[in-house]
């Protein structure tokens, strides 16, 4: 059922975070006043710089919060004093100290069980790749476009830590490395589930390094026989992660749907992201069967903080993954459709290169590009806006 109002908590964070958020939310209005669907925005402060201040990474009860929300915004976390990163505990390792924003991103996925990393590896027309400093057309838009389905809860990101001792003697630290048979179920069947969706190639690549791994074989299996016995309809596909790390760039057109552990998710989004223009253009949505967030993938960016240089496209996206989400969720065709013209809206700007930021050669600010997606998104709503304008 759509609701009158859909509550969403915006976590702005640290570094450019605030104001990809703020550059982001100004297209959400537009969606508002456009479609006529109301957001209840909760702003929360978080992150590194919070953390100096206030020695805590957000205000009390900030997790029910989030666990209250429709849908949950995070621009970025990571803060930096003097070029250095700054700890929840200083000076100790992980999981006793941490980078300090943690609580947001990781927490948030293990905590709200937002089992599903989904990032979408796409590219719009006229958007070049950047190599050795030079901006070219490789591939073709219609050849980039497929989905990574990165497992969010375990793999090698837990906590389980053990100092690891020779005759009694400190010697190193050793991190567990996961896969319970429940979560590799669950992302295998998310990911199997999506290719149907998406009714293109309808194949599953699993990404691994089952050749050496335990955890990794073992998520393997799962894979195979998940896939075999409940999506015969689905092609399995296998890849070391290493030999993926080439062919996706080799070959990107081959892939439909990549299903991973948490850490090979983490390298091969950001590697995959060189084709479709950088990360000024990966978006990401954390998601789990009631509950999801919402993020651009870049991160925090500490050096162009404050200067309205980087490309909110990026934070755009993952708000666009957020009105299709809510949209099936709820049911709601206005969300629906909005997401959908919202692409369109990117699409164009790009295609027409109306504003160009620094990432993809030019010299537009950030808010260049907001505003010129948020024209071409109105442009798209005569109802509401032909109203004001006749
Ligand atoms: C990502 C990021 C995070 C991760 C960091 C910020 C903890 O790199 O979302 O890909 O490692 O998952
Ligand atoms: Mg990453």
Redesign the pocket.
């Known amino acids: 059922m759509p609701k009158d109002s859909y509550h969403i908590v915006v976590l702005p964070g640290d570094g450019i975070g605030p104001e990809v958020i703020s550059h982001a939310q100004r297209i959400l209005r537009a969606v508002e006043s456009a479609s006529g669907v109301n957001f209840d925005f909760e702003e929360i402060p978080c992150g590194g710089h919070y953390y100096l201040k206030h020695e805590k990474e957000w205000p009390d009860g900030s997790l029910d919060r989030c666990r209250a929300a429709d849908a949950i915004l995070l621009g970025a976390?990571?803060h930096q004093v003097d070029g250095k990163d700054v700890f929840t505990k200083p000076g100790r390792p992980y999981p006793t100290s941490r980078l300090a924003g943690?609580a947001q991103?990781?927490g948030n996925r293990q905590n709200l069980d937002l089992y599903a990393n989904v990032r979408p590896i796409r590219l719009y027309p006229s958007v070049k790749t950047k190599i050795s400093n030079q901006f070219k057309e490789v591939w073709n838009a219609d050849m980039i476009d497929y989905v990574i389905v990165r497992e969010n809860t375990e793999g090698a990101y837990t906590s389980e830590t053990v100092d690891l001792e020779e005759n009694g003697k400190f010697v190193g630290r050793g991190t567990m490395i996961r896969a319970t048979r429940k979560a590799t179920e669950r992302i295998v069947r998310f990911a199997c589930n999506l290719a149907r969706d998406r009714n293109q190639e309808k194949r599953v690549t699993c990404c691994d390094k089952a050749n050496v791994i335990g955890a990794h074989s073992f998520f393997r299996e799962i894979f195979t026989e998940i896939a075999s016995n409940e999506f015969p309809d689905i092609e399995r596909d296998y890849a070391y992660f290493d030999a993926f790390c080439q062919w996706q760039l080799r070959s990107p057109e081959n892939y439909d749907v990549v299903v991973t552990t948490n850490l090979v998710g983490?390298v091969i989004?950001d590697n995959g992201a060189i084709a479709q223009g950088g990360l000024g253009f990966a978006a990401?949505g954390n998601i789990g069967n009631d509950r999801a967030m919402f993020e651009p993938?870049h991160?925090s960016a500490p050096k162009y903080t404050g200067m309205n240089k980087v490309n909110p496209t990026a934070c755009i996206l993952a708000c666009n993954m957020m009105l299709e989400w809510l949209g099936d969720k709820h049911g709601d065709p206005a969300l629906t459709e909005a997401s959908k013209r919202l692409d369109e809206s990117v699409a164009e700007v790009w295609a027409l290169q109306k504003a160009v930021t620094y990432d993809q050669g030019g010299s537009a600010k950030g808010s260049d590009v907001a505003e010129a997606i948020e024209e071409a998104f109105l442009s798209r709503y005569p109802v509401s806006n032909t109203k004001s304008k006749s």
Do not use: A, L
């Open positions: 976390v990571g943690y991103v990781i983490d989004s990401g993938i991160g």
